[in-house]
């Protein structure tokens, strides 16, 4: 966050952003609100990959695809956090996120839904094990659902885990959805 800069500065800071390519306001909502853990090869405990491009599941490859679902539905500027760890000590911060991936193996995740955007809340299960087709087969729906049916200021799709026995409910999603991701 940059903050208090004085009018004759601006030029300035845009050019430094620029610089660093930090400059671009065309993306989607959503790419500004997730993050990734290191992953490969920096970090020895990782099962998976998040960030690099030598796998086709990494971060930026998924937020383009989910971004592309997102904008079909009319959410291009809606704010979704979706944070992807490849290791269960969760460096990003996945079990707060409204989606998140924790790393199982190579090319291989869970998939946890529900948290809260301002990470008030932890998220739940929605589907043990993922790999990329399944994740999009899983998001589509669920995303033009949330686009329909939500109300006015509604950020949740999935129902908040209030104890912890609550965690594994719905796991796999509900109803039709739950069957369309069964199918993918």
């Known amino acids: 966050m940059i903050s208090e800069i004085s009018t004759e500065d601006v030029p300035e800071i845009r050019r430094i952003l620029a610089k660093y390519k930090l400059d671009n306001l065309n993306h989607a909502v959503l790419r500004s609100s997730s993050s990734a853990c290191v992953a490969f090869p920096t970090c ?32 291009r500027n809606d704010s979704i956090v979706v944070q992807m760890t490849v ?5 990003a911060r996945p079990y ?11 090319v ?8 809260g955007y301002y990470g008030q809340r932890l998220n739940k299960i929605h589907w ?9 087969a899983i998001l589509k729906p669920m995303i033009k659902r949330y686009a329909l049916e939500r109300l006015e200021g509604e950020a ?26 069964a199918a993918a």
Do not use: H
């Not at 990782?46 to 009319?74: F, T, W």
């Not at 290791?87 to 460096?91: A, D």
């Not at 707060?96 to 190579?106: I, L, T």
């Open 44 to 75: 020895g405990l990782a099962m998976a990959e998040s960030e690099r491009m030598s796998s086709d599941i990494y971060l930026p490859v998924l937020i383009d695809k989910v971004e592309k679902i997102s904008k079909e539905n009319g959410l």
């Open 87 to 91: 290791f269960p000590n969760g460096c």
């Open 96 to 106: 707060v996120a409204e989606v998140a991936f924790v790393g199982k193996a190579p």
């Open 108 to 115: 291989s995740y869970s998939m946890l839904l529900g948290g």
């Open 128 to 136: 043990e094990t993922v790999s990329d087709p399944e994740i999009r």
């Open 156 to 181: 949740g799709y999935i129902t908040q885990t209030t104890s912890g026995k609550e965690w594994y409910d719905n796991m796999g999603g509900e109803g039709q959805y739950r069957e369309a991701a």
